[in-house]
DNA sequence: CATGAATGAGGTTTCATTCAT
DNA sequence: GATGAATGAAACCTCATTCAT
């Protein structure tokens, strides 16, 4: 695949590109959530996306490179999320702004994850699958998720907002029941009243973690 | 297979066969490990054994068929400590009975997720994946784990230890929780130490859910 | 398979692909005559055919479907040539046209078998063995003669034209004899004049058969 | 296989390998039957027979052996009543003595037949695939049938009771339309009444072959 | 003698990737 | 650009035959 593509950018070359790429990648997606990421073939991609096999390649180098494309925005989502809300911490002066700057992270990631809710299903389902193959830019995303929420913890803990536990058994924690219950939800495993949980997460959160309370 | 085994119990041809079965669901589970349940031929794992491709079947129907023997005695382990806890704490009388139930509870597990990490760190690795072909007896200890976590979550909050909120949503924060952990233990994601991690893990269970705790 | 085929009709592509199709059936008749439907593997059809193993799938779902390709002609070939003289039987008037008739058959059946010899052979030969896995579309053929000579067995036999025995009797008995001559004859067991061993076959059904003739 | 067998002639051991000999010639006899010699393994054989695998090797070289055992009372007995009979044509002095001479090896091979039917059927069965591996000795009757119709025939011929045509003709068209029949009846394929249809077949074959009549 | 465990070649089918049209 | 034909390396599973128990 050449990097320099014909026509101008924005040009009608350009869009059918563009098109193309979202074809594939949707209709992967699709796939990939009933059968996972190894068990679909490129034939089967094409097929769905109403065009040829041979066709793929001249879009993706190989099924990698379309599951890290699938995987792009939600974890650019993410990062810049991650970015901002510990911008907004590292700036908060008191106890107020630091809950605030953890509402906003919230809040943010509550529309990041439903903006990308399939990507998000298919990242939970092959998260934990050995990165081989097709699967490595899931792994990616499931490294970046670990790291940065653990960093995240360790501010919060600094600034005496969490009980002094090891930040990374608060984290894994948080990221685990938060993962487990999205995971339930989206496979329609359960059906969940969206905002009930979330405030009872928030709040079985915020009790388990807050600082002063003596351990039982 | 015939049901009718040659050669006296205990001899030599019956201890042959316990060793085969044992040198190839050891050898396949280290294999699974490393590159996933559906990443692992059955050439590999017979050679991992010591033994040749063609003898696999005259010991396992199929792929599936191994994953299931390496599975049930997690499986059988875990139903027998729920039937355990379920009839102690449908017997306590007080508080304190209940809580003791949940610790006795809390320690079967313990023990046999210790006594199984092997097999444990494969059900994490694998209970999301599409549940296909050699992967289906994984997701029948998922769906148990569910299941049953909720049922025990279910009697707590009968019994006014837990919060009211969703059943569902507690017993499943508690179990993506625990799993998190779990997982980035046995893969050695991080180091932790056990019984300071269980502590832990244990007082922000218990005062995130516990009942009076007004939500924030 | 998608059924749409790109370039034009006629084009280099169409025409390959009929090149491939004829050189995987005509390899395959071949070896089949050696060894047996059975006996031949996918490999040393594609072998011989000149290509490889995986394209083989292309053209042909598996061999069954090979086996249904090589036997359709005949086997519409059959079943038209029995359409047209059972029309022409029922449509006859008198003794002569009834003969004229049988005769008609004669010759259409003779043509027909002759232009595939070879399919024709494979028939003789695969017919009786059990229609299991890709030897299934030889008996749909076998059953297919079965059934129509005796039906056009007793036509002839409500027209006065044979001796009145059970249908199915001289029906069988003619296909049998017929069959065993064109076994010896494709086979090489004996090299016959055809013309005359025509005739010779003809006289001593027509003599065996012959209505008033008194039983021995 | 040691050529000696241990104990006495007519012994217990002679006794006991016998019975084992016809239980695994007749289990094998109904499995090849259902799925044809080269569809049945000899597991399946040693199973059906209930002994093990190994032990089919004691008593059997291969399956070829086995099958050389199955089909040798049939080819004995053909060979037997032909020999018979063609004694006594070659002694019969008169017309009449030859008639008798051909009736008696009709009656001889019905019975013959009759004693052997699942062989014969097997027989039927197998006679044209390719003479490949195990079903070698199924090859050797069935070029005897051919060989000795043929002579016989020919004795007939010379001797006047047959239109001159080439005996090969008319020696295969009836060994075809008998085995035909023969083919239709042990399959189930139809039912028919044996002495009327043996009969019918007499009528035919002798009316047909009769020296006198005119050809059409 | 009897059993079934072991071997490994071989068969069918699938699929990522390349390439002619 | 688009198409699907071609390739060949695996993967799964079977089975005749040998051999330890």
Redesign the interface.
């Given at each position: 695949m050449p990097s320099h593509r014909p026509g101008p950018p924005g040009g009608k070359r350009e869009q059918n590109r563009r098109r193309r790429v979202q074809e594939l990648t949707s209709a992967a997606l699709e796939l990939f959530l009933?059968?996972?990421i190894?068990?679909v073939t490129v034939d089967r991609i094409t097929t769905a996306a109403g065009t040829s096999k041979g066709n793929f390649y001249r879009y993706f180098g190989d099924k990698e490179e379309l599951v890290a494309t699938l995987f792009a925005p939600l974890r650019e989502g993410f990062e810049a999320a991650l970015d901002r809300s510990e911008e907004v911490l590292s700036a908060a002066r008191d106890h107020d702004e630091l809950v605030a700057g953890y509402r906003l992270l919230g809040v943010s990631l509550g529309a990041l994850l439903f903006a990308h809710s399939g990507v998000v299903r298919l990242y939970?389902?092959?998260?934990?699958?050995?990165a081989?193959g097709a699967r490595r830019p899931v792994r990616v995303l499931s490294d970046l998720v670990?790291r940065r929420s653990i960093t995240l913890t360790d501010v919060a803990r600094e600034n005496g907002l969490l009980?002094t536990?090891?930040p990374?058994?608060?984290a894994?924690?948080?990221?685990?029941?938060?993962?487990?219950?999205l995971?339930?939800s989206l496979t329609g495993?359960?059906t969940?009243d969206p905002l009930?949980?979330a405030?009872?997460?928030?709040?079985?959160?915020?009790?388990?973690?807050?600082p002063t309370?003596p351990?039982?």
């Open positions: 009933q059968d996972g190894a068990g939970l389902q092959e998260a934990r699958a050995p081989v670990a009980r536990v090891d990374r058994v608060s894994l924690a948080v990221v685990g029941a938060v993962e487990r219950m995971w339930a495993e359960h969940f009930q949980t405030e009872a997460l928030i709040a079985i959160v915020m009790d388990g973690l807050r309370t351990a039982m």
